[in-house]
Structure formats: structure tokens, C-alpha cells
């Protein structure tokens, strides 16, 4: 079943995102209008998980996160994952999986992620867009367990989570 | 080591949040101001989970979640997580813990969320906020690994996950 606003004005239009005021019945909703995220939990054949050390401004610190970025009109989300993997971290290759899709934060905004692992990929060079600086940072896939606590961003920890699941045995404790 | 913007300016200010562009540098940053917000595993002594199910307007569709909701000023995060649980649920009690704090979406939105877990919880009347239709839904914990493809929601997926590894033996499949 899907549902759908009785009126909607757009508040501002920015960069990145913008901002809907939505009526539905008798209250409004102010949405962040957003086009849709993956993330992607890479594993090269050495064991070790690649992140992405990164200022993010609205934490006002440098936050370790998964490799992860937004979609261009048109991109499917492996599209997107393929490309984001590259450009970030220069990795390529490997074989793909699908971890799970969810919401962001779907009280606010339109924000839908793709959540995938690969494992197997090839180590090449990055090519970061120019406003971004990022640290790459190898954890071995062992340690990833006990250093969760070191992660605040919320896709990352629910990402690798999810991909420790998918191994056939639990490494580290917990 | 914190870092701060060169400059900023309201773009939209709305009725729970609100956007800031900011300079830093070079580049122009679009933020997403959020006063902060909870969610919770709540967990009866009969073993089950409580989870809402609710109109997500920006999803477009009614989504499964934890109990969460959004600081009021000058709120601490456990307060607001007990006062919303009762709210929403009317679950009262129980032994608390924090399981995590994190950042919903750090790329453009300053929303940050703590995470709790609680055991023991009483069950009594919940008095939702007049714009919130929320079914109560409970799932015994040893059904949710099972269950999580049904979950399409970011901290609902780490809320459990992270609980999950909380428990002292691994309960479902995976």
C-alpha cells in the first residue's frame, strides 16, 4: 500500500538536498527531499575491510565510516556503489552482494540506502572529488567485532553488522 | 579535535528541523539541523521486543521500527527514550543500558541518536501524540535474526543487530 501527500510546496532547493512542506490531512510533514545512497562493505582477498576516515560537518569531527555516496540521476545503486568504491578508495573488482535497503531516517527524509559487501576486490588509486579529503583505514574483517565501538555513523555499523552475519564463522567476541 | 564552519546562514527554519548552509573554506556545506533523538529495545519479561509500525511520510509507505523519537530542549537522552517509550508504547520499568551513540546521516544532517536497551519492562497504556498512529507490534527475541529482511529502517537494523550481540547465546539462524 502506498500513500501519497495532499499538497506539497517546495521550501528550498539546495545542492545536495532540498526541503518539501508536505499536507497530509489535517497536519504537515517537512521533508527532506534527497536522491538515494548506497554504502558498501569491501573485502579484498587479504582479509582487511577498507574505511574512510572523513571531516563531516554537521558532527563537526572526523568520523570512520564505510565507503558510501549518492546517487547521479539516473544510477542504479550498484551503479553508484561501483562507482563511489573507485572513486574513494580505488577499489574495483570482486563479487557483489546485496546486504539489505532501508531508510536513512524515514521520519524527516527521502533518503533510501543500499547496503552491499564485496568481497575479493583489487587495490588500484583513488580519485576523491576535490572537496573531499579522506584517510583510508584497513581493519582485518578478525578485529571488526571488538573495535565496533569506535564506529558513530549509522549506516557503518549497521553495514558491518550485517556482513559479520554473513560469515560462516563469528570472528572476535560478542 | 573539533572543527567549526567560517561561516553560516539559515536557509529554512521549520518546525522540528531546519536547514543552515555553511562555508568552510572553499565550499559551501548544506546541514540539516536536528535536536537530537532516541530509540529503543524494549524487552518484557516474556521475552518479546515491542516494535511500531507507522505512516513514514517520506517513505511514502508504513514502516516497522523501534520506539524513537526527538529531544525536547534541555532533554537528557535517557529521558527522552523513557518518556517516549511510554508515550508510544506505555511501557514503563526495566533495567536500561546504552548500546550506542551515533550519527543518523553525518554527511548533511546534525541529527545525532543514542541507543538504549531495556529489560524488564512493564506493559501499561501508551498516549501517542495526536499525529501519530502507531500499532504496537512484539516479536519474541528469539524470532528477530529471522526477521530482520522485514526491517527497512537504518537504527532499527543496528538497534537489534547491536542488542543481539547483547544476549548471551546467539538466538535464529545466521
Redesign the interface.
Known amino acids: ?5 495532499d499538497a506539497a510546496r517546495t ?2 532547493e ?4 532540498g ?1 518539501t ?2 499536507r ?1 490531512g ?7 527531499e ?1 536522491p538515494g545512497a548506497v554504502a558498501i562493505v569491501a573485502v579484498d582477498d587479504a582479509g582487511s575491510v577498507t574505511l574512510v576516515r572523513q ?9 570512520l ?1 564505510l565507503p ?1 555516496g ?1 546517487a547521479e540521476p539516473g544510477e542504479e545503486p550498484l551503479e553508484t556503489a561501483r562507482r563511489e568504491l573507485q572513486e574513494e578508495c580505488g577499489l574495483t573488482g570482486g563479487v557483489w552482494r546485496e546486504l ?14 543500499h547496503l552491499f559487501s564485496v568481497e575479493g576486490v583489487e587495490r588500484g588509486e583513488a580519485c576523491p572529488a576535490a ?1 573531499e579529503e579522506l584517510e583510508l583505514v584497513r581493519w582485518s574483517v578478525t578485529e571488526i ?1 571488538a573495535r ?2 569506535e ?5 557503518t ?2 553495514g558491518l ?2 556482513y559479520l ?1 554473513t560469515l560462516p564463522e563469528r570472528t572476535g567476541p ?1
Open positions: 500500500m502506498s500513500f501519497e501527500p521550501a528550498y539546495g545542492r545536495l538536498i526541503l512542506v508536505e497530509w489535517d497536519h504537515e510533514r517537512e521533508i527532506v534527497h571531516l563531516r560537518e554537521p558532527a563537526r569531527k572526523r568520523l565510516e558510501a549518492t539489505a535497503a532501508f531508510w536513512t531516517t524515514p521520519g524527516f527524509c527521502r533518503e533510501r540506502m572537496d567485532a565496533l565501538h564506529i558513530e555513523d549509522a549506516k555499523l549497521a553488522l550485517l552475519r560478542g
